[in-house]
Every structure is written in structure tokens, then in C-alpha cells.
């Protein structure tokens, strides 16, 4: 299996606030290296493509801010024009606790820490409600911080500026209409959407070339790890793969 992963967030501050304009586009492809029984050209590649917006806004005399982001997605293996079934509609609502101590020169000092709490919800078919978020960040130290929650936990070791060392584990999930269906023929049944759910365990190296510019390699595990085609009541149809693979993802992030 292979991804490709492009995103953009863009924020624009009003005054304490910020409107975040972002896109994304993921590609996944399959090697299909076995005799399966369903037409697998059809699968072997889906794409997915986001828009959104949020907005950010400052709770005044606190370290609270409260964030909204809207927007849509369109994901499918696009065997034709868009229909109905690409599109899902994307909504949540944040609650950000950020508690960070400056001195006079506007640095950060003593030991920062960050709270999010959400509710986050997809039109994703056989999904009619939202699921939590939960987030905490805490930088004990210059050298060392970590992360609790979900989508992804890690503890980070800073060398210095320019380089860090973090351990983490990660949840992923991917989804995609399956245009005009298709039938698993030993079965008798028809798929309607493919989706994948991994939780992958590893080690991860980032290298600031800049304050802004940042190169990245992860390299880790799977412990869960499944590709499968359903219905739209979310009811297995065919598990195309549940093997734990080695993962590797390397690339480059620019950050304001």
C-alpha cells in the first residue's frame, strides 16, 4: 500500500481571533497480489480532496478559545463524474485551554501546557453521531514534551532547535465511495463504500531548516491494521487485508 498526503492550513489573524482556511488531498493506492473475487482495477487507487474552514475565537480574560470548522470532502476511486455518494459534509466545534507564561522579551517560559476538547462529526455513511476529541500537551522542560490523545500520543526529545526524536503512536482512518458499487461474487454481495483503520507504533525524526521549514521521516509498525469493503450500514462485505506491515512516512512541512 501507498499514500500521498498534501495539506495547507492557513490562518489569518483578526485581532486576538483567526479565521483558518484549509485543504488537503490524499491519494491511496493497493497492490492487489492475490486472486480476489471482485473487479480489484476498480480499487487499486481512491483519492479524497478537503475544503474547510474555522474560526477561532478568544475567550477574553482566559487562556480559553473556542474554535468552529466547517467544510467539505469529496472521496471516491472516481471511476466517472462526481455523484452524490463522493461527497460527505464536515463539522466540529473545539474547546482549547492554552496556558503558556512569557517573559519580557515575549518568550515562552515555565512549563507550557494545552487542553482541546471536541466533538467532531462526518455524514460518513452507517456514522449519524459525532465522535469526542480529547487532546493534552505538556512541555515539562526544554528538552522533553509529550502528547495524550487521539488521533496520535507521543513523547518528544529535543537535541536542540533544529533537531528531535519523539516516540509515538498513531490512529489513521480512511474512507472512499466506492462509484457503482461492486460485487464480491463468493459471497453474493454487494460494496457499497471502502474504508481502512490502522494503529501504528514507531519513532519519528524532524529536522528544522528554518523556524518555518521542517523535513520529517517516521518510521514504525502497524499492532491493527485493516482494508475492507462494506455496505453503508457499516457491515463488513470483504477484508481485503488485516496483516501488520512496517510504515514509513518522510516529507516536508512548512509551518507559520
Given at each position: 500500500m501507498n499514500r500521498f498526503r498534501a495539506f495547507i492550513q492557513a490562518p489569518i489573524p483578526i485581532k486576538e481571533d483567526y479565521l483558518v482556511f484549509g485543504g488537503e488531498?490524499?491519494?491511496t493506492d493497493l497492490d492487489f497480489k492475490e486472486d480476489i473475487p471482485f473487479e480489484y482495477n476498480r480499487l487499486?487507487?481512491?483519492?479524497r480532496i478537503d475544503a474547510t474552514l474555522g474560526y477561532i475565537k478568544k475567550i477574553k480574560a482566559s487562556n480559553w478559545?473556542?474554535?468552529?470548522?466547517?467544510g467539505i470532502r469529496l472521496t471516491s476511486n472516481f471511476e466517472r463524474s462526481l455523484v452524490q455518494?463522493?461527497?460527505?459534509?464536515i463539522g466540529a466545534v473545539y474547546a482549547i485551554n492554552d496556558v503558556k507564561q512569557r517573559d519580557e522579551n515575549g518568550t515562552v517560559i515555565g512549563k507550557p501546557y494545552r487542553w482541546i476538547f471536541g466533538l467532531v462529526y462526518t455524514s460518513t455513511p452507517g456514522r449519524n453521531f459525532p465522535l469526542p476529541l480529547i487532546n493534552f500537551f505538556r512541555k515539562p522542560n526544554d528538552t522533553w514534551s509529550y502528547t495524550l490523545g487521539v488521533p496520535k500520543t507521543l513523547l518528544r526529545y529535543s537535541f536542540n532547535d533544529k533537531h528531535h526524536l519523539h516516540a509515538f503512536a498513531s490512529l489513521d482512518n480512511h474512507f472512499a465511495n466506492i462509484q457503482n458499487n461492486i460485487r464480491i461474487d463468493n459471497v453474493n454481495r454487494v460494496g457499497?463504500?471502502?474504508?481502512?483503520?490502522n494503529v501504528t507504533l514507531g519513532l519519528g525524526y524532524e529536522f528544522y531548516f528554518t523556524d518555518h521549514l521542517q523535513y520529517y521521516l517516521y518510521v514504525g509498525h502497524t499492532v491493527y491494521n485493516e482494508y475492507r469493503i462494506r455496505d453503508n450500514n457499516r457491515d463488513d462485505v470483504y477484508v481485503i487485508e488485516n496483516d501488520n506491515t512496517w510504515y514509513i512516512r518522510s516529507?516536508?512541512?512548512?509551518?507559520?
Open positions: 488531498y490524499r491519494k487499486e487507487s481512491t483519492q478559545r473556542l474554535a468552529f470548522r466547517g455518494d463522493d461527497l460527505i459534509y457499497e463504500n471502502i474504508s481502512m483503520t516529507g516536508l512541512k512548512f509551518k507559520i
